[in-house]
């Protein structure tokens, strides 16, 4: 590959961590799938981005926290009659309308404002049964009193975070403010606590169990987040190796190591490759 593309291929593959499983059906006894907390986008999509780099990664090898959040509506027999409102973007509505749900919200609700007069009613769809909550880079006061309504007033209804990520890498030269800034925003105003999909909570591992029928003694959870990937590994009983090439490095692992260690540690995922 020239070097731009490695460059593509690498700003991908950071957004990702890798569980590395083993598996006797497989030539070389290991299977790689790839777990995200990034909800932007879906499987699909992503699929097709691993494809346009030149990596062929089948969407059900793909488990992101957008598809997460679909699951959770779908194993926990979510009301196919109510709707889901959603504060994010286009990857958490394609599952959802994948999983057969109706979404609403999104990134049209990105470009609404709200004129605040005295005699202001802000309405809300009274059959909204669940708020799903990821990274929304358009995220405004419209689409968060539209959530707010519907978790305070809507009886029974759901409040569902993708992921709590602090911050992530969306360029290469600094943080910017992750799902966690829009979820705490939505906490704020209800004063309530989601359930949280994504990783650090173990729900992404019922489907990689069920899938691949295998213990998680036998797999092992490669990332570069302590407090999400590796802490992700920790609860779901596996193997754990944290690469120093995103959020955690060599420079602040020491202080931001004290709570959760991982395993093993390397400088790059590409060490790997040295002992395969």
């Known amino acids: 590959m020239e070097k731009s593309q490695n ?10 961590s890798i569980l ?16 995200t907390n990034n909800s932007t986008k879906s499987r699909k999509q992503y699929a097709k981005k ?23 509506l ?5 009301p196919r009659e109510k709707k889901v409102y959603v504060i ?31 005699d202001c009613l802000f309405e809300h769809d009274k059959n909204v049964g669940a708020v799903i909550v990821g990274l929304d880079q358009h995220i405004n006061f ?8 519907c978790i305070r007033e809507n009886p029974g209804c759901l409040f569902i975070a993708t992921n709590r990520d602090a911050v992530g890498h969306l360029t290469d030269l600094q943080e910017w403010p992750g799902a966690g800034c829009m979820v705490a925003a939505i906490c704020g105003t209800t ?12 729900f992404l591992m019922d489907f990689l169990l069920q899938k691949y029928n295998i213990t998680t003694s036998r797999m092992c959870m490669v990332g570069d987040r302590l407090d999400t990937d590796i802490l992700f590994g920790q609860n ?37 490759l040295r002992y395969i």
């Open 88 to 118: 994010g973007e286009e990857g958490i509505l394609e599952e959802l309308e994948q999983a057969g749900f109706t979404a609403l919200g999104g990134p049209a609700d990105g470009k609404k404002n709200i004129e605040l007069k005295s």
């Open 20 to 35: 590395l499983m083993h598996l006797s059906s497989i030539a070389m006894g290991k299977k790689l799938v790839f777990v």
């Open 191 to 202: 004063q309530k606590e989601p359930i949280t999909v994504g990783k650090p909570s173990t």
């Open 7 to 16: 460059l593509c291929v690498w700003r991908m593959l950071r957004s990702f």
């Open 236 to 272: 779901a009983g596996c193997r754990t190796l944290l690469v120093f090439s995103g959020v955690t490095n060599e420079s602040n692992y020491e202080d931001l190591s004290k709570e959760v260690k991982p395993e093993y540690y390397t400088n790059s995922i590409a060490d790997m």
């Open 142 to 149: 419209y689409k968060l009193q539209y959530g707010t309504l």
């Open 50 to 72: 691993f494809l346009s780099l030149g990596i062929l990664v089948n969407e059900d090898e793909i488990f992101s926290s957008s598809f997460a959040a679909a699951m959770y």
């Open 74 to 78: 779908k194993v926990n027999d979510f």
